[in-house]
């Protein structure tokens, strides 16, 4: 993607999933989300001037506090002040690892590997195949799947035409699962999940989850797949054709 390019698609990518992000909320210096019980909330944008930056945070602590509700605030690597992360963490937030931002165009990406011999892509509708997603990320990346599946079995309940999931079976194993979350009134939708269990991966099931759901946006007419890329898919998806535009940092509040 040519640079002048890329500024641009940052710059649609700030306005369309920040700052009117769909389902947010713009109070004061940050837009925010709300989420109902298992959806996601946290802070999406923010432009916080240095003499007002910990009063601010101190608001949102105290919000999503009273509702007796974890949140998280995304933090842009070209977010500020520059010293935003380090007033978070002194507000009592924990950082989790550094993501990168990138997108590609969805027509781009629709070709890819064939799925190894002996395994399939089946939809997810229901309860038993959120349980299918929730066996394979436990098993991949080895941590609690209790918020992802209630976060999913709320989205289907309530926004079925927001998300497509797909797990790849083989036989009645799920070996991967992933996501594609639409955002209506954008350019964009995100591509979520993607893992493997360890024994099947480098066999192009990843890459082919990823050619699966460019064809789901482009029949939907979505342009842009934006994804939040761990260290490891990160080489991946930029073969794949991904662009890099920024890093991002989860912060997470407990109350």
């Known amino acids: 993607m040519d640079p002048r390019d890329q500024q641009a698609v940052l710059a649609l990518f ?7 992000a769909p389902g947010g909320e713009a109070v004061g210096d940050v837009v925010r989300r709300t989420g109902a019980d298992g959806d996601w909330s946290g802070v999406l944008w923010s432009a916080l001037r240095p003499e007002t930056a910990d009063a601010v945070i101190d608001g949102q602590v105290r919000y999503f506090s009273g509702l007796a509700r974890p949140f998280e605030w995304k933090l842009y690597s070209y977010d500020t002040p520059h010293d935003l992360g380090a007033r978070l963490r002194a507000a009592g937030f924990t950082p989790e690892p550094d993501e990168t931002v990138m997108v590609g165009e969805a027509a781009h990406l629709t070709a890819g590997a064939g799925l190894p011999d002996g395994v399939r892509l089946e939809p997810v509708t229901g309860p038993a195949g959120v349980d299918l997603v929730a066996r394979v990320h436990e098993q991949a990346f080895g ?14 309940a309530k926004d079925p035409d ?4 797909t797990v790849a079976m083989a036989g009645d194993v799920p070996v991967c699962s992933a996501r594609m979350e639409r955002y209506p009134g954008t350019d964009f939708a995100g591509l979520w999940g993607g893992g493997t269990l360890a024994e099947w991966r480098g066999r192009g099931i990843y890459r082919a989850l990823v050619a699966h759901r460019a064809r789901l946006a482009v029949a939907e007419g979505v342009r842009f797949l934006q994804v939040d890329a761990s260290d490891d898919s990160r080489p991946i998806l930029q073969r794949l054709g991904f662009t890099a535009l920024c890093t991002t940092t989860p912060y997470v509040y407990e109350p």
Do not use: Y
């Open 143 to 156: 941590t609690s799947s209790d918020r992802l599946r209630e976060q999913l079995l709320v989205q289907l």
């Open 162 to 165: 927001t998300i497509d999931i």
């Open 14 to 20: 700030d306005q369309q999933l920040r700052r009117d």
